[in-house]
């Protein structure tokens, strides 16, 4: 049975803190309350230059700092004064005993490690920023927050200031226990953060016991489904994206758009030229590049204009007026670019339902990475598919070698493959894609609709002929058949890219020279599941 929660009165105060924002009102409103302010070092500096009465630890313990300052609060006049239990006698007995007196508060914030470790500081420099008391601090708080307030972060103190003003100088239990329960998520974080940076110095992309945290940035209106309770976290090694984007403009985005902006943003950083990337339900109906965004959006919207109705556009150069103009006789979702210029956002604001992020900068495709996927009682944890396939990487294994501008689009048609649901299929003419099957059971079924869609969208535009006619294919596994090339083949495919790889390889090549097609080998796969 766990005890009945009461309000506590504060008497006594420690403080200590890396983050000072806020801290002077703070330490003032806590003096004015009559309250005792226990501090070292940089805080109790802030506290004093704000004209406010403040004991040094040192003092408080009968005990200098010592050993260059790691040894300042490892002390039982301070965690017996925090972990002593009001209610119990011989608890109350003992701190007597040892003049020990009780802390009621405890405000905490710990040593700056996660930011020393992005900013790229050395080993022992990451090593200097772990805190070793702030923990020590908080966990003894958290764990007796029956009669200890804990504050962990600058954006509480209002909540202590309104219940103590509310409560005679007492704090409620129920804040109590909320701020114990933040108390211990931020000491996980941080020594999740700590454990992953030492696998990391090891090299050891997967440590025995795998540790992640994350930050609530959002929570969402729902999931995948409306019946679903989503939130959107932010956390892990920075990369630009949909986490560290700021939105201009545009209603809140939802799990959905979240996922897919994601996706699209990865696919599009693929490329060095403009490139634009149109995405729906994790897929791409429409990637393409060209002299400018402009020009790339109108060949990746070409590719499948009904599908991209309420999809996702991604762009890796800043949005100027020209392609902004072009997306807002589009109903999208979502539109994400490193940047817009001014005309860009104006254009952009008369869809006012339309979100906008801007993230600042492009992901490194070729960055290492992990990926996590959870299953019932466990996670697969695998390096983030960041292989590339540049020309020289390719075999070709068909009779007829490929053109150099075959060549160009299969280096590209083969970069949105592995973007694409597997079994993925992906046809490509002039750096744009007229065909993406995704997501089937069968190759050859991909392929199919992958040409079927690029027959489609020629009979839509008024065109005489299928876009797949002159086009390459790309596909992200081996064709285990020759089947799948063959639909390609019958679609008016002139080349092939894949991986190579299966049993009847001789007999899929065979078939590629029946056709007069051109084939070449990556040796590297790109399922996505």
């Not at 402009?294 to 392609?323: M, T, W």
Request: charged fraction near 20%; glycine fraction near 10%.
């Amino acid at each position: 049975m766990t005890k009945k929660a009461e309000h506590r009165p504060i008497s006594r105060a420690l403080i200590s803190v890396s983050d000072k924002s806020g801290l002077a009102a703070f330490g003032k409103f806590l003096a004015e309350a009559g309250i005792e302010l226990l501090s070292t070092g940089g805080t109790a500096k802030t506290l004093r230059d704000a004209g406010l009465a403040v004991k040094d630890v040192s003092e408080h313990t009968g005990f200098p700092e010592m050993l260059d300052g790691r040894v300042k609060t490892l002390h039982p006049k301070v965690h017996g004064g925090i972990l002593g239990m009001r209610g119990n006698a011989a608890h109350l007995d003992a701190m007597a005993a040892h003049d020990i007196q009780p802390i009621d508060l405890v405000v905490v914030n710990l040593y700056p490690f996660e930011q020393t470790v992005a900013a790229g500081g050395d080993f022992e420099t990451c090593i200097e920023n772990i805190d070793i008391g702030g923990p020590t601090l908080i966990r003894a708080a958290a764990k007796n927050h029956h009669d200890v307030t804990v504050l962990v972060e600058s954006a509480d103190y209002q909540a202590v200031i309104d219940e103590m003003t509310e409560h005679k100088g007492a704090t409620t239990g129920a804040l109590r226990r909320r701020l114990a329960a933040k108390a211990y998520a931020r000491t996980g974080a941080y020594d999740s953060a700590i454990a992953n940076w030492f696998a990391h110095q090891e090299g050891n992309d997967f440590p025995e016991r795998l540790t992640a945290a994350a930050e609530r940035r959002q929570m969402l209106r729902y999931g995948e489904n409306p019946h679903l309770a989503a939130a959107f976290y932010a956390g892990g090694p920075a990369r630009p994206g949909v986490a560290s984007a700021r939105q201009v403009q545009g209603k809140e985005l939802s799990y959905n758009n979240l996922s897919d902006t994601d996706a699209a943003f990865e696919l599009v950083a693929e490329f060095a030229s403009p490139a634009i990337a149109i995405i729906k339900h994790a897929n791409p109906c429409g990637t393409a590049q060209g002299g400018d965004l402009k020009e790339a959006y109108l060949k990746a919207l070409a590719c499948d204009p009904v599908s991209a109705f309420g999809g996702i556009v991604a762009a890796n150069r800043p949005l100027d007026q020209a392609v902004a103009e072009e997306i807002a006789k589009l109903f999208a979702e979502v539109v994400i670019a490193p940047e817009a210029d001014a005309a860009a956002l104006k254009v952009l604001a008369g869809k006012k339902n339309l979100r906008v992020l801007l993230s600042g900068a492009m992901p490194d495709p070729a960055a290492p990475g992990m990926a996590l996927r959870q299953l019932s009682g466990g996670y697969l944890a695998q390096q983030r598919d960041n292989g590339r396939i540049a020309a020289e990487d390719l075999r070709t294994v068909s009779k007829r070698t490929p053109s150099a501008a075959e060549l160009e689009d299969m280096i590209f048609a083969f970069r949105v493959c592995k973007h694409v649901k597997s079994n993925a299929i992906v046809y490509v003419k002039n750096g744009a894609t007229v065909g993406v099957g995704a997501g089937q059971m069968s190759r050859v079924d991909s392929s199919r609709i992958a040409a079927w869609k690029a027959a489609e969208a020629a009979q839509a535009a008024g065109e005489t002929q299928s876009r797949a006619i002159g086009s390459v294919v790309a596909s992200d596994a081996f064709f285990p058949f020759a089947d799948g090339l063959l639909a390609a083949a019958e679609a008016g495919a002139t080349a092939v890219i894949q991986p190579g790889g299966s049993i009847r390889d001789e007999e899929v090549i065979a078939a590629a020279d029946d056709a007069g097609l051109a084939m070449v080998f990556t040796g590297m796969r790109h399922f996505r599941h």
